[in-house]
């Protein structure tokens, strides 16, 4: 077992050249990993194929319940392939209860479940988005200013009735501070929804994209380029909430990750 602490202060990883050398304790649940190859290297996880950029830009992450072992293959350039079995730390997830949501949005009724239904499904073909682009690279800047309020991967339990883990990182902050890009990337989703309230979806390039929702305006539109720090929208209370603050999601394709550690420290 690992704790939040030790798992706050672990760098993003990287691979060069054709030896593989990847410290046990940089890999756990929830973990983003990027970093660089030889340009030219391809990369498989668990027989599944990885996206090299130009540079030698590689990205991949494992997501709150990830098994224990993970086996990561390279292939160089010149053909050698080697092959390594990772180790992937166990976390301890806390549990957060939260009182005071209005019944209907613990248990919605029937219209408003086909609404969910449709809305997930038109999140998801978001976040399948698979480009070239390798925004993701660049360091990450605080999505915006306030009080941590809720941290990934955290039990909830809503009025009392338990309910799936916490998918997201919570910024508790006064309606109208601004929300900002974490990074260059382009919209790939700008809507609003049951749960999520206003919300906006950016694609950074090879799986990786960041979500940003309960906004009370969003000052982007789907297709448009976002440049790093670029203003987005504002902080709301709009979905479910008990107030004011910024969900903030990050994932991997469809694996939603722990984006605390790799993200500025919170400042209100």
């Known amino acids: 077992m690992i704790g939040r602490r030790a798992a706050l202060a672990l760098p993003s990883l990287l691979l060069a050249g ?28 668990d027989g599944r194929a990885l996206r090299v950029g130009p540079g030698g830009e590689y990205v991949f992450g494992f997501g709150r319940d990830h098994a224990a072992e993970a086996v990561l293959t390279l292939t160089a350039p010149g053909g050698r392939t080697d092959q390594q079995r990772l180790t992937i730390a166990r976390r301890d997830w806390p549990v957060q209860r939260i009182t005071g949501l209005p019944p209907a949005q613990v248990t919605p009724d029937p219209e408003a479940l086909r609404r969910i239904t449709a809305e997930r499904e038109r999140l998801a073909a978001a976040r399948a988005t698979d480009s070239a682009r390798v925004d993701f690279a660049t360091d990450f800047l605080l999505p915006a200013h306030g009080r941590i309020s809720g941290v990934f991967g955290s039990q909830r339990i809503l009025n009392g009735e338990p309910r799936q883990p916490h998918f997201g990182f919570d910024i508790a902050a006064p309606t109208g501070t601004p929300i900002r890009s974490i990074a260059p990337g382009q919209v790939v989703l700008a809507a609003d929804f049951f749960f999520f309230g206003r ?27 976002i440049g790093v720090g670029q203003r987005i929208g504002a902080v709301g209370a709009t979905g479910r909430v008990t107030g004011p603050h910024l969900h903030f999601g990050l994932s991997w394709y469809s694996t939603w990750l722990d984006a605390q550690p790799v993200l500025p420290a919170v400042t209100g």
Not at 24 to 45: F, H, I, K, W, Y
């Open 18 to 45: 054709p030896a593989l050398a990847l410290p046990p304790e940089g890999l756990v649940q929830g973990g983003l990993v990027r970093g660089r190859v030889t340009p030219g290297t391809r990369l498989a996880l």
């Open 199 to 225: 919300l906006v979806v950016i694609d950074h390039g090879h799986g990786v994209n960041s979500l940003y929702a309960h906004m009370s305006e969003q000052t982007v539109a789907e297709g448009e380029r």
